[in-house]
């Protein structure tokens, strides 16, 4: 393996907070401090736009894979903000969270598309995108690190500071199941595993496989189980 090229993202001395790669188009959303930048890789890695209007650092980004000339943002400031590639400035701003808001993902049901917000106030929230609203809030017992949609299963998955991992259903957003994974600075990261009721999530003291049944994929939602059959394994 050899590096193919490096550049500098931003001028600040600000670590880089988050990354994303668009699913049809050769760009990179990359974040740092409040600025997001959008990078052409086809064009020798041009810097094509700059996002400027997040009061406080960047924590999260994601393409919107239904609507893909658009992109959201999570950050210190408390806010998710919902943006176009075509603008230096974000539609519209999603507001109720009462602390920094670490992560976000899109979901779809019933052919509707949501996202879910997690932040430190232990909270998860979702929000209708077409009413630009908050429908529904996932209390938590500890500050929300990580949010997932499964992609084949209508689930979401939150992670928390305090290593727990929360299975709800993002029918009737009901929690199913909570798996403790043990002591340690919290979950650091989820990944689904394409084709299966498994995702993985990693933490302080490894990586645990979890397993959700496949009844649920008869479901109409999803990234786009029964209680007692959702299982754990480092």
Known sequence: ?????????????????????????????AGCGRHIKLWDWYQGWNCLKTFE???????????NPEETNSFASTS???????????????????SGHLSCVHCLDFFTCDGQQYLISGSR????????LQKEECVHTLEHESAVI?????????????GTWDCAVH???????RLKTILQLGPGSGVAGFACLMGS?????????GVSIIQIPDEEEQ????????????????
């Open 1 to 29: 393996m050899e590096e193919v090229t490096s550049f500098q993202v931003h001028d600040s001395g600000n670590a880089l907070c988050s990354i994303d790669v668009h699913p049809t188009k050769p760009y990179v959303l």
């Open 53 to 63: 209007e997040q009061s406080r650092a960047i924590t999260e980004l994601k393409f």
């Open 76 to 94: 210190w400031d408390n806010t998710v903000k919902v943006w176009s590639l075509d603008s230096p400035k974000s539609k519209y701003t999603l």
């Open 121 to 128: 106030d232990k909270t998860a929230k979702i929000w209708d």
């Open 146 to 158: 990580f949010v997932r949609s499964h992609a084949n299963l209508p689930v979401l998955v939150t």
């Open 167 to 173: 299975v709800w259903s993002s029918t009737d957003f």
């Open 197 to 205: 009721g498994r995702f993985a999530v990693a933490h302080e003291k």
């Open 219 to 234: 479901s109409g939602c999803g990234n786009g189980s029964n209680e007692n059959s959702i299982s754990a394994t480092d």
